[in-house]
């Protein structure tokens, strides 16, 4: 019994140690993010000194990382919880192309004011409230669910505007990208301001951690009494928040409403999310993950931009990303099954 | 006793399997019914033929993709590699033209090479999905953005087919009545593809993986083979799918497959094939793909806003989906 | 002085689809003490635990806490009541912190004006932590950090924190397996805890499969058997022997087994498995199995066999060791290059790794064998037909047609589609993996019998039994595993089989 105790103990420790080699893994992908960024930082002002670190090229890199930052932090719950939203080009156009019809415009006699931005991103809510739904009654994948509603936002964004986008005569409105606080456009702030409410929903609130929870285990805390069906509906919900609101900042920035606005930003808001060190498969991650992400994205834009790369590059360059990064952090397990 | 017993099973059996089949096949029948009674010029010659012949790229796409999704996955690119493919066609088809002389040479090789280029992007996600273990759904997202990359910096703006070539792709407009040559041919790969589905070893194979690939691998089948072997038929498909979109349109666009993948989707889907795998055929998918060619041609014809095309492919396949998906897998957690 | 009665269970039965996993057994527990709960696999601990904490109702009997009807509907009715479970698969939110996880379920006890004051929840924390004497845990620390003896002490932290803010003075806490992950320094320490924890009159039922950790911690100690009560004493009144004898059946009849089938082996070695490791799993094992041989694995849960058999049968990669297949080094990354050497494993589960309940028993059977039923580059259906009213009519299956759903088989006739198709797969090295769960009796005694027809034939089998009754008798030899080692190897000839009791005695 003594020699089998004794090897017992060996068994342990190999168990011990396995999880240990697992924890520095996790440990180093933490760090990861930062140091690609920092490596891009360097590589571009090595590139381009002059014109990189200049006050207004950092300043415009700021202002590039609003909207996407805004939608990357609605898309990092959900990827949080294990899940995807692909609705994004839908969504954030078909907030910026209604708002620019409730407003005081070009096209009809509304003139709702900022009541008008509000239904518009109340909209976009209301979508992510049943993509939310449709993934959790109907048991259909979240990707599926999602892809469906790009189209049907896409569709009745085209709808609204029938073709002709409308233009923003809305006095205040139509000052608003012009307006800037400490050298900071108005637009940034709104986003700095809805990142901080993110990170604040995601630490100092319950809901915020039930999202690590159902991300990790769904069992653990339905068995806890959580509402696990009402976390994953709310938390589409507040995809759709952020969704709704960078497509209102979208048009109001761009002076018109139309389908345009949302185009092209999942890729970016993807490869931010994953290359940050937020993982597909959940439970971990977070809003701090997805600032650095945001930041290796723009930066990588603006440092290409710089670097006369031809633009059609970029949304590859992005896709190359979301592949390597999702690649790396993977389970290879063969008994849990990915579709 | 057991006689009813036996055939109220049957039909259990049956009526379940069917019943997306059904309604596609109701669908048709009230669609065409409606868009007639509409627009009467939705049935006469010229129309019918327009339909068909738009079928025919849809047609042959959903064939790859209906393999796809039995496997209980997904290929969200299909329209990006069909683009590329578009492009590649025109391109390589203006340069052999040149070097070789004979555009017929010119056009083979061109062809050839589109296809070639499919199979190679099915085998990347292939790879990627058997041997690193990615989720369909995220890495043929990812090969998206690169292939849309790929098709905008092989030209940014449509190229037309020079008429001197336009002899390459006359076999495009052979028609035998109504009924053109390539939604022929695309028939028939259909019916090739539901032959390998049912009489191959491959075909089992994907039935199995579909339906539980865990089981499936415990019984010693190969399942990274069949995943890869599939993702490159689809490629090849969606290759297939931009050639006929050049030869139809005389000209290449970088984003002409954009929107096919939707359309793609919602065929399989319409055509009975559960997104969770395991189920369906491809001679549903026939049924599907009309189906979404009657809708699509119909509301052209009735006039109805080519922006309420997206809302009703959305919501059509949600719907779909929710019919055909087996709800009974109660332990598996849904994502 | 006389130790008011806490908890009591009677009469308790509990039916899955069609097998009943409990046949009305009974609980007594009372302040201030530990319980021993003990059995084999399948005796109806789990089951009974689990019924307790409110994760699935009994079909039958009932329960009482401090003398009142107890019915939970949820664990945390459970936890209202006085009771918490420590699971045995971890439940703890890795990302998380101790003290997110200590509170998990209740922040709104340290809610302020919509958000959780963190601070004050941590100081709870630390005062749960230290009713544990676990005041060395950081209360901020992510669990991620902590490793597995810590991690189980803060689970233990969190269940006494959750049962006594139920407001009782007592509560009950029901540990399953708790020392699977901890070695021997840390078995102690929580063994003071549990002391510490009854000293204040909380009592403890305690499952564990080893059986010294039961006699050396708890008051008194339950035997099950088969879903039954087979007994219970105080524990200083017993015996390893004793409780060994109280834990095995009663041997079943010799022509259930069809034992005057048991043939002897021949002498060519067909697997030969040297020294095969998993990482955390099990080391050391080695054996050899020899053609027309049935070796049986027996061991408790997280002895090991399971993943041997994974490891064999190409599912799993060893971390270390050595498989010889027919004389021949191999390394396996997957069952299709297992089967290739014609190794094949019939798995545990039938619904998610066994069976395709999707298609009909035409494919299910033709699943391992269908590159043999072609002719020319297309599947011959006349072959694949064939083959499948063959074994249907061979195994007796009961179906409608050929054409049938495994769906709609029951669970007995679904295994046989299974062994249906290991026999078509001309694999003759068979891994049988609790070949008869979840069988009726009538289908389990064909299945013994086509075991012993398939070594008749020269087929190979190594056999992880359903029971361990079932393991002995129908092995020509039993290797027995306990915590991933092998621990006993026994000869099982037809006139001298192991008693249950050796057996039982090397498992735990």
Known sequence: ?339 | MLNTFNSSIVKKAVSKKNVMNYISFMAIFILVLVFTAMDSSFVNKANLKNLLSDTAPLMIMAAGMTFVILLASIDLSTGAICSVANVLVVKFLSIFSEKLGNIYLAALLSFVLALVFGAFAGLIIGLLSAKLKMPSFIASLGLMSVWKSVALLITAAPISIPKKSWGAISWFNINFGVIGFPLILAVLLIGFFFVLQSRTVFGKSVMAVGGNERAARMAGMNVNMTKILAFVLNGVCAAAGGIFLAAKLKSSAPTVGDSFTLLVVAAVVLGGTALSGGKGNLLGTILGVFTVSIIRNGMNIVGVDVFWQNIVFGLVILGAIAITTDRSARSLVIK | MEKKLLFKASNISKIFAGTRALKGVDLEVYEGEVVGLIGENGAGKSTLLKIIIGVQPQSGGEMTMFEKPYEPRTPRDANSAGIGMVFQEQSLIVNLTVGQNVFFGHEKDFRQFGFVNWGKMYKATETALANVSCSHIPARKKVLDLNFATRQMVEIAKVVNLTRSSGHEHCLILLDEPTSVLNETEVQQLFVEIRKLTAQGHSIVFVSHRLDEILSISDRVYVYKDGENAGNMPTADATEERLYEMMVGHSTTTEYYKLDQQRKPEPDVVLDVRGLGLKGVFKNVSFELHKGEILGIVGVVGSGKEDICSVICGDEHPSFGELYVKGEKRRYFSPAQALRDGVLMIPKERMEEGIISGLSINDNIALSNIRLLRSGPFLSTKKMVKQTQDWIKRLRIKTIGKDELLASLSGGNQQKVVFARALCSQSDILILNHPTRGVDVGAKEEIYGLIREMVKQGKSVILLGDTLDECISMSNRVIVMCDGLVTGVFDAPVENKPSQVSVVSLMM
Not at chain 1, 85 to 100: E, Q, R
Not at chain 1, 156 to 163: K, R, T, V
Request: proline residues 3%.
């Open chain 1, 1 to 339: 019994m003594a020699a089998s105790t004794n090897a017992h103990i060996t068994i342990t420790d190999e168990f011990a140690a396995k999880i240990k080699a697992e924890n520095t893994k996790a440990r180093i992908t933490r760090i990861a993010p930062m140091l690609v960024l920092l490596a891009l930082v360097l590589f571009f002002s090595a590139l381009r000194t002059n014109v990189f670190l200049s006050i207004g090229n950092l300043s415009a890199i700021l202002n590039q990382l609003a909207i996407p930052l805004l939608i990357a932090m609605g898309l990092t719950f959900v990827i949080m919880l294990g899940c995807i939203d692909l609705s994004i080009d839908g969504s954030v156009g078909m907030a910026g192309s209604l708002m620019s019809l409730l407003v005081l415009n070009t096209k009809n006699g509304n003139h709702l004011g900022m009541l008008g931005v509000v239904l518009a991103i109340l909209a976009s809510v209301v979508i992510g409230a049943i993509i939310g739904f449709i993934y959790v009654k109907l048991k259909i994948p979240s990707f599926m669910v999602s892809f469906s509603f790009m189209y049907i936002c896409m569709g009745i964004a085209m709808l609204s505007y029938g073709g002709i986008p409308a233009t923003i005569t809305d006095s205040f409105l139509i000052e608003v990208p012009k307006i800037a606080f400490f050298g900071i456009p108005v637009i940034t702030w709104v986003a700095v301001f809805m990142f901080l409410v993110a990170y604040f929903i995601q630490e100092y609130t319950a809901f915020g951690r039930y999202i690590y929870a159902v991300g990790t285990d769904e069992n653990i805390p339905r068995m806890a009494g959580v509402n696990v069906n009402r976390v994953k509906i709310l938390v589409f919900s507040f995809a759709g928040l952020c969704f709704g609101i960078a497509g209102v900042l979208g048009g109001i920035r761009l002076g018109q409403g139309q389908m345009q606005i949302g185009i092209g930003t999942m890729f970016p808001a993807q490869a931010a999310v994953v290359v940050g060190g937020t993982a597909l498969s959940g439970g971990k991650g977070g809003m701090l993950n997805t600032l650095i992400g945001v930041l290796i994205i723009t930066v990588l834009d603006n440092g290409l931009l710089l670097m006369s790369v031809n633009p059609y590059i970029k949304t590859g360059i992005q896709g190359l990303i979301i592949l390597v990064a999702v690649a790396l952090t993977v389970t290879r397990s063969n008994k849990i099954i990915m579709k």
